[in-house]
């Protein structure tokens, strides 16, 4: 089942009452079935959300993602407790050897660049060099494909002058709002396979508390920058308004394609979190990541 995602951007009461969740909004109730909800987004201050509602949503492995004074994700709610052997899974997790991690790493960027040459031609109707950039890939990426793929990708993207930059000028503000929703997503698929997201294939950084998120999303990435393209296209807006962000939104429930089925890419999240949790567990030697485009 396709889960609801929630959007709250203006004065509102969320409570709960018989498994639903009750909202009052502009002197009007609805409710929703908690169960049927996979992502809360509340970016309003004088949104009020009730310790019972908070409770019911995350264990249902609900993402509750909380938006700052910017109105950009600042923070997000995830169940501890998904999985119901999490604790044997977070030991063949910890003890992954090093060639292993090196080997999902190398997939995970081949995957990435791949992705990012489709969407470059789509965009620009020319032919480019990614796949050769793709098969340069080693074993934990020692040479940095990544950021040569990068750099000639966003030089390319825009018809601006831009720079990739996380406190860059627009559209980096497009980019960044799109890839924390991407975040919360695959934190939320990794913690449902009963993965931490702490532990990270590449990144490593102690300050960062969803690393293993931040790895897995990769591929993903250019899904949000398909639809920042449109955006701009489509949009003369430079700031984040409801609209936009409600564009950006669209991201968790557009198309991707895997051998034999397609899915929504939040369905799509979990199939491939489902598959590196095997590859700890030693049943998969590959993460399965879908096709963005058929």
């Avoid at 002197?27 to 992502?39: A, F, L, Q, S, V």
């Avoid at 791949?114 to 796949?131: C, H, S, V, W, Y």
């Avoid at 929703?181 to 102690?206: D, E, V």
């Avoid at 962000?245 to 669209?250: I, N, P, R, T």
């Amino acid at each position: 089942m396709l889960k609801k995602t929630l959007f709250f951007t203006n004065k509102c009461a969320i409570t709960t009452a018989h498994e639903q969740l009750v909202i009052i909004a502009n002197n009007k109730e609805r409710t929703i079935p908690i169960e049927d909800i996979g992502y809360v987004v509340i970016d309003h201050n004088e949104a009020y959300i009730s310790m019972p509602a908070l409770n019911k949503l995350i264990h249902n492995n609900c993402a509750c993602i909380i938006c700052d004074d910017k109105h950009l994700p600042n923070g997000m709610l995830l169940n501890l407790n998904s999985h119901h052997v999490q604790q044997e899974l977070f030991k063949h997790q910890i003890e992954a050897s090093v060639p292993l991690k090196k080997q999902l790493w190398q997939q995970t960027i081949k995957e990435k660049i791949r992705n990012q040459g489709i969407l470059l031609e789509q965009i620009t109707a020319k032919n480019n060099k990614f796949e050769y950039l793709e098969s340069k890939v080693l074993s934990g990426d020692t040479t940095n494909m990544e950021a040569v793929a990068a750099n000639f990708y966003w030089k390319s993207f825009f018809e601006i002058d831009f720079k990739r930059e996380r406190f860059g000028n627009y559209p980096n503000n497009f980019l960044n709002y799109g890839y924390a929703i991407l975040r919360a997503a695959t934190a939320r698929a990794l913690s449902g396979s009963g993965l931490l997201n702490t532990l990270g294939i590449h990144h490593k950084s102690k300050y960062n508390a969803f690393a293993l998120a931040d790895d897995i999303m990769e591929p993903f990435r250019p899904a949000v920058d398909e639809i920042v393209n449109f955006i701009m296209q489509n949009y003369d807006e430079q700031e984040l308004t409801t609209e936009i962000k409600s564009e950006l939104l669209q991201v968790l429930t557009r198309t991707v394609y895997f051998k034999t089925e397609k899915s929504p890419l939040m369905v799509g999240l979990q199939k491939t979190a489902s598959s590196l949790q095997q590859c700890y567990t030693g049943e998969r030697k590959k993460i399965k990541y879908p096709k963005l485009w058929n």
